[in-house]
């Protein structure tokens, strides 16, 4: 059994390489979960007893390290081990903050969630058991006695012992926390009653708490340390010039009241922030407002996590290096980002200097398969270099391919290689434009990621040079497509990479893009690769064209980029899927706080264990300052694991949102100090604010949406119309979107006639900016058709929709559900104009089809049959239709009741048809 002491550390690191496989993974974590124990403020106890079960699973998978390692199964079980420990590191972590302790003394305990971890360590313990109890040799027999006190201490019952009930409830018979706060004996009585750690004197405590009720502008910021360093200089301020924060920051911090906040440790943030170049970087990674010359404590509240050391953080902020132990953990890190061994660096090499302005995002757990192409793009920027550096290098460079295919991880895994290597001397920066469709954002977003403003050179520390130099720094360009579908935008980037190319000879681009972006610039192929004319449009004669049709590659090389994250969505356990469906709802990036809000989770480090998760097996990915983000390929796909659960997190997401609105109209209206930042903190979220406009007009909670008509529902949408289009642009997909909600809310309301133009609008703009075969373009079609259907344009609607549904069996395939419904409407059209025997053979068509895919009883397959009855009735073939009518009526009995509109609708129908019939019968006698 592994040793409950010290001994603990060096045990871990020993065993974890002779683990199976994913169990020296699980062994490094098991040793953060002991650090973060160590670090604990409170709840210590019921931390250390939870550790302990920890390292009796690690100690059984020790033991039989070798049988498992032959078991296929158990790589699902190890996984599982994996995430799970994220969720015990998530949960102790929450305990190394000193946020703990209002939440310690205001709410209930986490019994519960405790529990849960307790008993699923035990589940993972009885797998592993269960995996080899076929096996009876004389070995395993030897072993289990070896791990019997392991195995016994899992099956022995966990007491919880709540860490402040008898502190919450002195402080109720005290008369609230700030009667406690104003009496020192009072407080000193509620902490005995606390498992709290010795560093947390009387004087902490009271700082912590009365920060907390802190009503100033100082109560934005999450960071404990940050939050009473501001009360401490700033109080009642929003914002404060950068030289007013940098005469006091770091060198005060020692300073104020209650921070608990050590010399050594103040030291170490000065020695991170010493020179201009960490500062800058500093700002510029805090910087969210407009203006450049102040921070606000909005932009702190964004850029720092509650949860987290504030000297890590800092660190993260400008790359730089915490200490001796701090800088293995950072090199190690980026080696396991890059794929390789970082070097090691100085904080005055010019080695350092690279890593300072390093951009680059960490690469996914699951990236493995691309050394073949990376290698082939980094010998292509380094091409012709000498050791020194000198030399010509290769010139800038274009991926294309379509989306979810892995451009920005392969873009990333070449600038990690490029800055190992020492080829991007100068750094290697990280320009993202997704959703950047105007010639303002896309400037806004390089000025952002280069550090500068506009019409000034980019250059910055690093050298021109004449042409031919070799590279010293790397310029990521990712999601470039959303730029070159708008004119402006196009022009503008053109312009951009043009002047980094005369400016900053040393300067290379690698720039990402789907294939599609050839619809939206038709020019001619550069010289550099017989490609698209993005290159041409990017730059003419300096970016090549790289197609990566390699990347589709794999195990399943033959499916297409949607079936693939099927795949890796099934593979998830159902708490993941669960998740993603809900983290779905996000229509843009978000933090951990509002995923908490999302998914419901209220106990410590819930949310964030599960992102981890999510993260480690590739749904989500990590954007900047703190936030995730999920891939449309992803997103769309997610939405229908868990319909029901989607709708639960459509009504918090809506909650969510229209608190935070309400939280900056306070701030706006009642704050003299504050209204700029609730302006700012709106603007951001503004996309967020335009998609739960929608989703409150469509929501099926009752407690959000049952008060809602279709005339109270159009104000939302034409304002969220409005807001997207400010904000994204004319042509950006979620505008379009808009567009089409607006519609389908006015033909609700028996408007077609206006309803028409805004389809025909949302079509035409699909078609120029998505294409002919996509999609949302087809679905268009068919909105359009339908409404000119409900007009009784029968003429102009049938080659619509014979259009969608020749589209559909090109793009999607005879059998797909969405071809079956562009056969049954084009049916239904030429019904309508007459067309019988053709309209006849249509709906037996997507009868047959329904039957084999969808299956006998689905609705889908009902409505068939309701429809051929129909049809057969309308030509006069009543003794055919009578059947199928019948037929028709009593699954819809069984299958969705008899009060069903639609049981309802085939009862008449039936009746029709038999009075017909009896017609025709009388008539013949």
């Known amino acids: 059994m592994l040793p ?114 307790v008993d699923e360590l035990c589940r993972l313990a009885d797998e592993m058991m269960m995996l080899l109890a076929t096996d009876n040799n004389a070995r395993l027999q030897a072993v289990q006695i070896g791990v019997h006190e392991s195995l016994e201490l899992l099956k022995q019952a966990v007491v919880y012992t709540d860490p402040a009930a008898e502190a ?70 929003a914002e404060v010039p950068w030289f007013a924060f940098w005469d006091a920051f770091p060198g005060l911090l020692a300073d104020v009241p209650g921070a608990a906040f050590d010399m050594a440790a103040v030291e170490e943030l000065s020695r991170l922030l ?69 070097p090691a660096v ?88 997704r959703g950047a469709n105007s010639a303002g954002e896309v400037t806004a977003r390089f000025c952002a990621s280069l550090g500068v403003t506009p019409l000034v050179s980019p250059a910055g520390d690093v050298a021109a040079g004449a042409a031919g130099t070799a590279i010293r720094l790397l310029v990521v360009v990712d999601n470039a497509e959303d730029a070159l579908v708008q004119a402006e935008a196009a022009a503008a980037l053109q312009a951009l990479v043009a002047q980094i190319h005369v400016d900053v000879a040393t300067a290379r681009l690698l720039v990402t893009a789907r294939r599609s972006v050839h619809k939206h610039a038709s020019i001619t192929s550069s010289s550099g690769g017989g490609g698209g004319g993005a290159s041409s449009v990017l730059l003419p004669g300096l970016l090549e064209y790289d197609e990566l049709e390699s990347m589709q590659r794999g195990p399943v090389a033959d499916r297409s980029s949607t079936s693939l994250v099927r795949v890796l969505l099934a593979s998830l356990e159902k708490p993941q899927q669960q998740a993603a469906a809900q983290l779905s709802v996000f229509p843009s990036a978000f933090d951990e706080e509002s995923a908490a809000a999302v998914l419901g989770l209220t106990g410590p480090g819930q949310a964030q264990a599960l992102l981890a998760s999510l993260y480690r097996h590739s749904v989500l990915q990590r954007a900047d300052k703190g936030q995730h983000v999920m891939h449309m390929l992803v997103r769309q796909e997610a939405a229908k694991l868990e319909p029901e659960g989607q709708q639960l997190a459509v009504s918090r997401f809506i909650k969510l949102v229209f608190s935070r609105v309400s939280q900056w109209a306070e701030m706006y209206l009642t704050s003299a100090k504050e209204w700029r930042l609730a302006l700012e903190a709106a603007c951001e979220e503004a996309v967020d604010i335009a998609a739960a406009m929608e989703l409150l007009a469509t929501a099926r909670d009752v ?17 969220a119309l409005e807001l997207r289009s400010r904000v994204l642009g004319a042509e950006h997909p979620d505008t379009i979107q808009s567009i089409t909600h607006l519609a389908n809310c006015i033909k609700e309301r028996g408007q077609c006639g206006e309803a028409e133009p805004l389809y025909q609008q949302a079509l035409e703009l699909r078609r120029r900016v998505l294409g002919e075969g996509h999609p949302e373009t087809i679905r268009s079609i068919n909105n359009l058709a339908s409404c000119l259907y409900d007009l009784g344009q029968h003429d102009r609607m049938e080659p619509l929709y014979r259009q969608a549904l020749d589209l559909r069996r090109h793009m999607l395939g005879a059998e797909h559900p969405d071809t079956l419904t562009s056969i049954n409407n084009l049916a239904n059209c030429i019904k309508e104009k007459g067309q019988l025997p053709e309209a006849e053979a249509l709906y037996r068509e997507a009868l047959d089809l329904r039957r084999r895919v969808r299956g006998a009883k689905h609705p889908d397959t009902i409505k068939s049959i309701s429809n051929l009855g129909s049809c057969l009735q309308a030509a006069g073939q009543y003794t055919e239709a009578e059947p199928l009518l019948r037929q028709a009526l009593e699954l819809r009995r069984l299958v969705l009741g008899a009060d069903h509109p639609d049981t309802i609708k085939s009862v008449g129908n039936l009746n029709n048809c038999i009075e017909s019939m009896a017609v025709v019968e009388k008539l013949m006698r």
Request: charged residues 20%; proline residues 3%; hydrophobic residues 40%.
């Open 4 to 117: 409950r002491s010290t001994g603990v550390l060096s045990s871990s690191e020993k065993v974890g390489p002779s683990l199976p496989f994913g169990g020296a993974e699980a062994a490094n974590l098991v040793l953060q979960v002991l650090d973060a124990v160590e670090s604990a403020v409170a709840n210590s106890e019921n931390l250390k007893a939870l550790c302990d079960r920890a390292l009796s699973v690690l100690d059984v998978l020790r033991a039989y390290a070798a049988e498992l390692g032959e078991l296929q199964r158990c790589r699902a079980v190890v996984s599982r081990f994996h995430d799970h420990l994220l969720a015990i590191l998530s949960y102790a972590r929450a305990y190394t903050s000193r946020n703990c302790l209002m939440r310690l003394l205001t709410t209930g305990g986490d019994a519960k969630q405790y529990q849960d971890l």
């Open 168 to 237: 919450r409830a002195l402080v109720e018979e005290f008369g609230g926390i700030e009667a406690v706060m104003a009496s020192g004996a009072k407080m000193a009585a509620v902490m005995q009653k606390m498992d709290v750690s010795a560093r947390m004197t009387i004087e902490v405590v009271s700082s912590l708490l009365k920060s907390h009720l802190d009503k100033g502008p100082q109560r934005h910021i999450r960071q404990p340390e940050l939050r009473l360093f501001w009360a401490a200089h700033f109080n009642g301020e």
């Open 274 to 342: 010493a020179d201009g170049s960490a500062r800058a970087a500093f700002q510029r990674a805090v910087e969210r407002s407009g203006s450049k010359d102040t921070v606000s404590v909005w932009e702190l509240k964004v850029s720092f996590q509650g949860e987290e050391a504030l000297l890590a953080q800092v660190a993260g902020l400008v790359g730089g290096v915490a200490s001796t132990k701090e800088a293995a953990n950072i090199t190690a890190d980026a080696a396991a980002h890059g794929g390789g061994a970082a």
């Open 346 to 433: 100085t904080t005055s090499s010019p080695a350092a200097a690279a890593w300072r302005r390093c951009q680059l995002p960490s690469l996914p757990p699951t990236y493995t398969g691309r050394d073949e192409e990376a290698d082939r793009i980094v010998q292509h920027f380094t091409a012709g270099t000498t050791a020194d550096g000198s030399g010509n290098g290769g010139s800038s460079r274009l991926l294309l391919a379509e989306g979810g295919m892995g451009k920005s991880c392969l873009a990333a895994d070449v600038g990690w290689r490029l800055l190992r290597g020492g080829h991007a001397a100068a750094g290697a920066l990280w320009v993202d434009l």
């Open 703 to 719: 407690s959000v949406a049952t008060y809602l008509s279709y005339d109270k529902m159009e104000p939302l949408y034409r304002q």
